[in-house]
């Protein structure tokens, strides 16, 4: 089974997701900023983030054809996953406005609280009512229509959603501890623009340490999960 993996920098690949696809019978197949006809109709398609706006899609064409693609696939319930900006393109597919944040940038390691219904979710099902996850974006959106919220912060109420098939995370359940300080070290000079404390942040990666084996059993029941539905008769 093909996974289309839609990346939009460098740095920003699939993570612990990747593994948890494969081991799941999922080939990667990763595109870096561009989309190909025939990805509209493949098992999967996986949406990763990056540091442009999908309000910015004039500036950036690549984002109009993935927004294109994740409305013909959810119009056909074909399954999808978006994480940070490929939540909020899947969001924006679906019906939802997505803006910059009026509650600020959201970036470092802190809890999302699961909702009721996350907490019945096949995917979610088991974890502790909060989980330590990597955040780093700007930008929220609307309530995606027809969707169901799974999780919150205190600074923005749409965190995830489940739309039939397809799941957005606008949190990155696929960073490590590792991977974001890493990310810190890239972005230091932005965040601080922005008035972060670097060291403050770094301080914070151990909790993510602390909550990586929880979030890499998510990611694999979110792998499984697809799967199944895919070989589902």
């Known amino acids: 089974m093909r996974a289309v993996v839609f990346e939009h920098e460098e740095h920003e690949g699939p993570g612990l997701l990747g593994p948890a696809l494969e081991a799941a019978g999922f080939t990667l197949v990763r595109r870096f900023r561009t989309v190909r006809r025939e990805d509209v109709d493949a098992p999967l398609v996986v949406v990763m983030g990056g540091p442009m706006g999908v309000y910015e899609a004039d500036a950036h064409p690549f984002l109009n054809d993935e927004l294109a693609l994740l409305g013909e696939r959810l119009a056909n319930d074909r399954a999808c996953v978006g994480v940070c900006l490929g939540a909020q393109l899947l969001a924006a597919a679906a019906g939802a406005q997505v803006s910059p944040g009026k509650n600020g940038f959201e970036v470092g390691v802190g809890p999302v609280r699961w909702t009721q219904d996350a907490l019945k ?113």
């Open 121 to 233: 979710d096949p995917v979610v099902a088991g974890v502790k009512a909060r989980t330590a996850v990597a955040h780093w974006h700007g930008d929220t959106y609307t309530p995606v229509p027809g969707a169901t919220l799974l999780a919150s912060t205190d600074r923005y109420t749409q965190q995830a959603f489940r739309l039939g098939r397809s799941y957005g995370f606008q949190f990155h359940l696929e960073l490590t501890a590792k991977e974001l300080g890493r990310w810190l070290e890239l972005g230091a000079e932005d965040l601080v623009t922005r008035g972060k404390d670097l060291e403050e942040l770094k301080a914070q990666l151990p909790k993510l340490k602390a909550a990586e084996a929880e979030n890499t059993q998510m990611l694999q029941r979110l792998a499984h999960a697809l799967a199944k539905g895919l070989r589902a008769p």
